[in-house]
């Protein structure tokens, strides 16, 4: 995904696009984001919370998070349930990080949250 973002970038598709894949201790992410998208990380971190806060930090104010991860329970694709992130827990980190929940969409994906934030 973040291959084809870039080329659509690269080719004048989305010319304000920039696709960056960051590391599990850091979202290594431009000072100017003002709209980060991250779909099935957050179970892959382990230091969720400072790595919420660090993307927080890095974005603008009045920018955009756009959270996906998979549900709860048992479904017929993705990780197994020990490791996913209880929407709950997601909501909780991210107001901790200082994120303010703007939109919770939960039947736009079949196994999956979208959940939309804002940086104040």
Request: glycine share 8%; aromatic share 8%.
């Amino acid at each position: 995904m973040v291959q084809e973002l870039g080329t659509s970038s690269l080719t004048g598709e989305w010319p304000n696009v920039r696709a960056k894949v960051g590391k599990p201790d850091d979202p290594g992410l431009p000072s100017d984001a003002d709209f980060v998208f991250v779909c099935d990380v957050l179970l892959h971190v382990r230091q969720k919370l400072d790595w919420l806060r660090t993307l927080h930090l890095e974005m603008r104010s009045g920018a955009k998070l756009v959270l996906i991860d998979f549900q709860e329970g048992d479904l017929p694709e993705g990780p197994p349930e020990a490791i996913k992130v209880p929407k709950k827990e997601v909501l909780r980190l991210c107001k901790g990080a200082g994120f303010i929940l703007k939109q919770d969409k939960p039947d736009l994906l079949p196994y999956q949250e979208f959940l939309i934030f804002e940086k104040p």
